[in-house]
């Protein structure tokens, strides 16, 4: 059965996209009502939890607190030259100036000199992220579990270790991760549902229940991780394309992508300044274009070509706000690649107590020495690259060229 179009015609796309404008703006300025209610006063003074908490020295050597916090409407950088006793994920009640903020800085995350930061209430750790850390015996590899299943903030030295490998992209929670633990689920419940099912109801769609059910313990989940922009992303995308796919409306398409990002931007107008979302709407435009122009290709060759295809074209949008590069970034396909079997069964060993099995190899891996050296990406080469990239979407020959363009990053 062929799907139809998401947009019938050219005016029914206009008319969409002026609804979405109406709406995003009105979701921007209540953004901005929030913003001068939050520096209507020199002196702000808000509860908050702290995201990040690590040391730092400055030029004379003297060492100083630095803290990420999360209040309900905004989250803000600030700093502590006294011994505090705050750590990550403790409530903390903090006094900040404002003068220094604008509506940007608010949107995007902004700095705020402090006046006081006090321990209210120490973190409770969630028993799902205990049950976890007390499978392993290194620090770094609770950290990374932690950040694998429940998209905890990593430290600057884990960070490190990853970006060296450029695989930052497999440690951020995102449609990958979203579509395993669907499976899983999908997998536990379905027993379960056809039990009850052939007694009481054979008359139900199995399918569409369970994808329903599936939905809300997603949703659940992305509550509980604090949506994330990466997995809210995936998760709007998986629920869009399940009801259009239901009324038999064509899913992998780029009108599909922009009815995401603009549902997205509408709820959660701060994205719009947000690296990582953008980061992963690159990523999903490229994967749909290599399938709307290579997808009669064999199965296999797709899965090999497109962790290369999307990896290569991504190259200036990273290293334009990115600049280390090392050469062990030519492995992340191949990394990748292997983090489709790893992360299940990861996942799995973790459910039955034995996730450390793979600690010390991973440890060794992450502690490899790798030179470090820096691509920087001008706006001038950035710009045109783009243009492209949307001009490909119409041209199959332009998108055969599109790697070798991105691969001009080295030649700059």
Same mark, same amino acid.
């Given at each position: $059965?062929? =799907?139809?179009?998401?947009?019938?015609?050219?005016?029914?796309?206009?008319?969409?996209? &002026?609804?979405?404008?109406?709406?995003?703006?009105?979701?921007?300025?209540?953004?901005?009502?929030?913003?001068?209610?939050?520096?209507?006063?020199?002196?702000?003074?808000?509860?908050?939890?702290?995201?990040?908490?690590?040391?730092?020295?400055?030029? @004379?050597? /003297?060492?100083?607190?630095?803290?990420? &916090?999360?209040?309900?409407?905004?989250? +803000?950088?600030?700093?502590?030259?006294?011994?505090?006793?705050? @750590?990550?994920?403790?409530?903390?009640?903090?006094?900040?100036?404002?003068?220094?903020?604008?509506?940007?800085?608010?949107?995007?995350?902004?700095?705020?000199?402090?006046?006081?930061?006090?321990?209210?209430?120490?973190?409770? @750790?969630?028993?799902?992220?205990?049950?976890?850390?007390?499978?392993?015996?290194?620090?770094?590899? !609770?950290?990374?579990?932690?950040?694998?299943?429940?998209?905890?903030?990593?430290?600057?030295?884990?960070?490190?270790?990853?970006?060296?490998?450029?695989?930052?992209?497999?440690?951020?929670?995102?449609?990958?991760?979203?579509?395993?633990?669907?499976?899983?689920?999908?997998?536990?419940?379905?027993?379960?549902?056809?039990?009850?099912?052939?007694?009481?109801?054979?008359? %139900?769609?199995?399918?569409?229940?369970?994808?329903?059910?599936?939905? $809300?313990?997603?949703? $659940?989940?992305?509550?509980?991780?604090?949506?994330?922009? =990466?997995?809210?992303?995936?998760?709007?995308?998986?629920?869009?394309?399940?009801?259009?796919?239901? %009324?038999?409306?064509?899913?992998?398409?780029?009108?599909?992508?922009?009815?995401?990002?603009?549902?997205?931007?509408?709820?959660?107008? /701060?994205?719009?300044?947000?690296?990582?979302?953008?980061?992963?709407?690159?990523?999903?435009?490229?994967?749909?274009? +290599?399938?709307?122009?290579?997808?009669?290709?064999?199965?296999?060759?797709?899965?090999?070509?497109?962790?290369?295809?999307?990896?290569?074209?991504?190259?200036?949008?990273?290293?334009?706000?990115?600049?280390?590069?090392?050469?062990?970034?030519?492995?992340?396909?191949?990394?990748? $690649?292997?983090?489709?079997?790893?992360?299940?069964?990861?996942?799995?060993?973790?459910?039955?107590?034995?996730?450390?099995?793979?600690?010390?190899?991973?440890?060794?891996?992450?502690?490899?020495?790798?030179?470090?050296?820096?691509?920087?990406?001008?706006?001038?080469?950035?710009?045109?690259?783009? +243009?492209? =990239?949307?001009?490909?979407?119409?041209? !199959?020959?332009?998108? +055969?060229?599109?790697?070798?363009?991105?691969?001009?990053?080295?030649?700059?």
């Amino acid at each position: $059965m062929t =799907s139809l179009p998401l947009f019938a015609n050219k005016r029914e796309l206009f008319y969409t996209l &002026l609804v979405v404008a109406i709406l995003f703006l009105s979701s921007l300025s209540y953004e901005f009502y929030k913003y001068k209610k939050l520096t209507a006063y020199s002196l702000h003074v808000s509860f908050a939890t702290v995201i990040k908490h690590y040391e730092k020295k400055s030029v @004379k050597g /003297k060492n100083y607190h630095v803290f990420k &916090l999360k209040s309900d409407n905004f989250s +803000f950088f600030t700093v502590r030259w006294d011994d505090s006793e705050a @750590k990550k994920g403790d409530i903390v009640k903090v006094a900040f100036y404002t003068k220094d903020i604008d509506f940007y800085s608010y949107l995007k995350g902004f700095f705020a000199t402090s006046k006081f930061l006090q321990v209210v209430e120490k973190n409770q @750790k969630s028993p799902f992220i205990a049950y976890v850390e007390n499978q392993h015996e290194y620090e770094l590899s !609770r950290e990374l579990y932690n950040a694998l299943f429940f998209a905890n903030p990593i430290s600057k030295d884990l960070r490190a270790d990853i970006t060296k490998w450029g695989i930052a992209h497999l440690i951020a929670i995102s449609g990958f991760h979203l579509g395993i633990l669907s499976a899983l689920f999908y997998f536990l419940l379905r027993p379960i549902y056809t039990l009850f099912q052939d007694r009481y109801f054979p008359y %139900r769609n199995s399918f569409a229940d369970l994808a329903f059910l599936v939905f $809300m313990i997603l949703g $659940m989940y992305i509550y509980l991780i604090d949506f994330t922009p =990466s997995i809210l992303r995936a998760y709007v995308m998986s629920l869009v394309g399940f009801l259009l796919f239901s %009324r038999g409306i064509k899913i992998l398409s780029f009108a599909t992508l922009l009815l995401t990002i603009s549902i997205i931007l509408i709820f959660f107008p /701060k994205l719009i300044v947000s690296i990582a979302f953008w980061f992963s709407v690159s990523g999903v435009f490229y994967i749909f274009l +290599f399938l709307q122009h290579f997808s009669k290709l064999n199965k296999i060759s797709i899965f090999l070509l497109i962790n290369f295809w999307v990896f290569i074209l991504m190259l200036p949008i990273v290293h334009f706000i990115f600049e280390p590069f090392s050469l062990f970034h030519l492995f992340s396909p191949f990394i990748s $690649m292997i983090f489709v079997v790893f992360y299940p069964l990861s996942l799995v060993l973790h459910v039955v107590n034995i996730g450390g099995i793979f600690d010390e190899a991973l440890l060794w891996f992450l502690s490899l020495d790798v030179d470090i050296k820096s691509i920087i990406v001008p706006l001038w080469f950035l710009l045109p690259y783009l +243009f492209l =990239s949307l001009l490909a979407i119409r041209l !199959r020959v332009l998108a +055969f060229f599109l790697p070798f363009a991105a691969l001009g990053v080295f030649f700059i």
